[in-house]
């Protein structure tokens, strides 16, 4: 038996890993087998070209790579660049700050352009940027999409419109861990050249699949980049596509039924339902925030994520304490404050598998804990606004219709 454990159920929500479906476990509970028998072929095959339905790409080519969103980020920089290049990359948070570090420690010229935390990507600069980059010296745009320790979503669509704008050839590199399968994400549409996620997020599996799509104009670049790849080689796995193998190496059989079973579900909600069942939950989220009387994080509505929201407390209050009370009393998972926000802050993850209720069993856990550490909230009021406005705009279920 675990030796933490606590009656019922845990209530994971952290912004990743999040809680994974019934039917996604079952389909993992399985033996190994041989990947090179027809099966996992012929599995794999589905899986990449349905993978392509979460970027909203027909063009691109995915990798679905045995690593975390860690690994997939260098595999979108060493494929498409070289040691030395020019990229500019946004500082607004704890994860862009990683990437950053990663991109540096790879040793790119990084053009790091920084952010108030709780502020998006300062996109006027970057148009600035550009427009003095005459020589076009700037080899790669590098952003986060969704920053899950502030709760901070950036505009893809206007970096897309001001790289065309200056008809600029960087490449667009994006970071949609916490968003993809939950926010709008337009591959094609919006030009993106690599865009990556991860398994534990919004497709509500286990920590594992690091997943990579990148487009033709990717893919070019790969033929030319410099930087040294062995275990992330998009060469590599484009060489046993060709063969109808697919693995230059042992995969995670379980995982790959997982991701099967992960996107049955996610087709069968339909990805705009999904996209939509995330705005309400977000939306209920911030209604209860506002009604405790607190602070978001995000300081514009514009930048509002629907996936994660970074709750400020009041100087008094330690918000690690929060998180170590919901988890100690209540056995509710929240997260913490990062970084230049530990303290500060403590994060609602609202993503994956969730639906109204078990968002709303959140909150009253909430409200319990603010009001044992001392905080005056009244106990229903963040619930009352959520529920108010989830029992208004929460639609039938579609497969009970």
């Given at each position: 038996?675990?030796?933490?454990?606590?009656?019922?159920?845990?209530?994971?929500?952290?912004?990743?890993?999040?809680?994974?479906?019934?039917?996604?476990?079952?389909?993992?509970?399985?033996?190994?087998?041989?990947?090179?028998?027809?099966?996992?072929?012929?599995?794999?095959?589905?899986?990449?070209?349905?993978?392509?339905?979460?970027?909203?790409?027909?063009?691109?080519?995915?990798?679905?790579?045995?690593?975390?969103?860690?690994?997939?980020?260098?595999?979108?920089?060493?494929?498409?660049?070289?040691?030395?290049?020019?990229?500019?990359?946004?500082?607004?948070?704890?994860?862009?700050?990683?990437?950053?570090?990663?991109?540096?420690?790879?040793?790119?010229?990084?053009?790091?352009?920084?952010?108030?935390?709780?502020?998006?990507?300062?996109?006027?600069?970057?148009?600035?940027?550009?427009?003095?980059?005459?020589?076009?010296?700037?080899?790669?745009?590098?952003?986060?999409?969704?920053?899950?320790?502030?709760?901070?979503?950036?505009?893809?669509?206007?970096?897309?419109?001001?790289?065309?704008?200056?008809?600029?050839?960087?490449?667009?590199?994006?970071?949609?861990?916490?968003?993809?399968?939950?926010?709008?994400?337009?591959?094609?549409?919006?030009?993106?050249?690599?865009?990556?996620?991860?398994?534990?997020?919004?497709?509500?599996?286990?920590?594992?699949?690091?997943?990579?799509?990148?487009?033709?104009?990717?893919?070019?670049?790969?033929?030319?980049?410099?930087?040294?790849?062995?275990?992330?080689?998009?060469?590599?796995?484009?060489?046993?596509?060709?063969?109808?193998?697919?693995?230059?190496?042992?995969?995670?059989?379980?995982?790959?039924?997982?991701?099967?079973?992960?996107?049955?579900?996610?087709?069968?909600?339909?990805?705009?339902?999904?996209?939509?069942?995330?705005?309400?939950?977000?939306?209920?989220?911030?209604?209860?925030?506002?009604?405790?009387?607190?602070?978001?994080?995000?300081?514009?509505?514009?930048?509002?994520?629907?996936?994660?929201?970074?709750?400020?407390v009041p100087s008094y209050i330690d918000s690690s304490e929060i998180v170590r009370r919901?988890?100690?009393?209540?056995?509710?998972?929240?997260?913490?404050?990062?970084?230049?926000?530990?303290?500060?802050?403590?994060?609602?993850?609202?993503?994956?598998?969730?639906?109204?209720?078990?968002?709303?069993?959140?909150?009253?856990?909430?409200?319990?804990?603010?009001?044992?550490?001392?905080?005056?909230?009244?106990?229903?009021?963040?619930?009352?606004?959520?529920?108010?406005?989830?029992?208004?705009?929460?639609?039938?279920?579609?497969?009970?219709?």
């Amino acid at each position: 038996m675990d030796y933490v454990n606590g009656p019922g159920r845990n209530h994971l929500f952290v912004p990743g890993p999040v809680n994974i479906p019934d039917q996604v476990i079952r389909a993992m509970s399985r033996n190994n087998e041989d990947y090179r028998s027809p099966a996992v072929p012929a599995l794999t095959k589905t899986l990449l070209e349905d993978v392509k339905q979460i970027f909203k790409t027909t063009s691109g080519t995915p990798f679905l790579i045995p690593t975390t969103g860690t690994g997939a980020w260098e595999s979108a920089l060493t494929n498409t660049l070289s040691p030395g290049d020019r990229i500019v990359s946004f500082l607004i948070g704890q994860f862009s700050l990683l990437w950053i570090d990663q991109q540096q420690r790879l040793n790119f010229n990084v053009d790091v352009v920084e952010s108030d935390w709780g502020q998006g990507a300062n996109l006027d600069v970057l148009a600035s940027k550009l427009a003095e980059d005459q020589a076009h010296t700037i080899k790669a745009i590098c952003i986060v999409h969704n920053e899950t320790a502030t709760g901070v979503t950036n505009n893809l669509s206007t970096v897309r419109k001001i790289l065309d704008h200056y008809q600029h050839p960087a490449l667009f590199l994006v970071d949609g861990v916490s968003s993809i399968c939950a926010l709008d994400f337009r591959m094609d549409e919006w030009g993106i050249d690599v865009a990556l996620t991860g398994s534990q997020k919004a497709l509500s599996l286990p920590t594992g699949i690091g997943i990579v799509c990148a487009s033709p104009k990717a893919l070019e670049a790969s033929k030319t980049a410099k930087s040294v790849r062995v275990f992330f080689d998009w060469k590599d796995y484009l060489k046993f596509y060709k063969m109808g193998t697919y693995w230059p190496y042992t995969p995670s059989i379980q995982l790959l039924y997982g991701l099967r079973a992960a996107l049955d579900l996610l087709f069968e909600e339909g990805l705009d339902n999904v996209i939509k069942r995330h705005t309400r939950l977000g939306t209920a989220t911030r209604l209860a925030v506002e009604a405790w009387g607190l602070k978001n994080c995000t300081q514009k509505e514009e930048w509002f994520s629907d996936t994660v929201t970074a709750v400020v407390v009041p100087s008094y209050i330690d918000s690690s304490e929060i998180v170590r009370r919901a988890w100690k009393r209540y056995n509710l998972s929240l997260g913490l404050g990062l970084n230049k926000v530990a303290g500060k802050v403590f994060r609602i993850g609202h993503l994956g598998n969730l639906n109204e209720l078990q968002l709303l069993g959140c909150l009253a856990g909430v409200e319990m804990v603010l009001k044992d550490v001392g905080y005056p909230v009244k106990l229903g009021s963040g619930v009352a606004a959520a529920s108010t406005y989830l029992q208004n705009t929460t639609p039938l279920i579609p497969s009970r219709i």
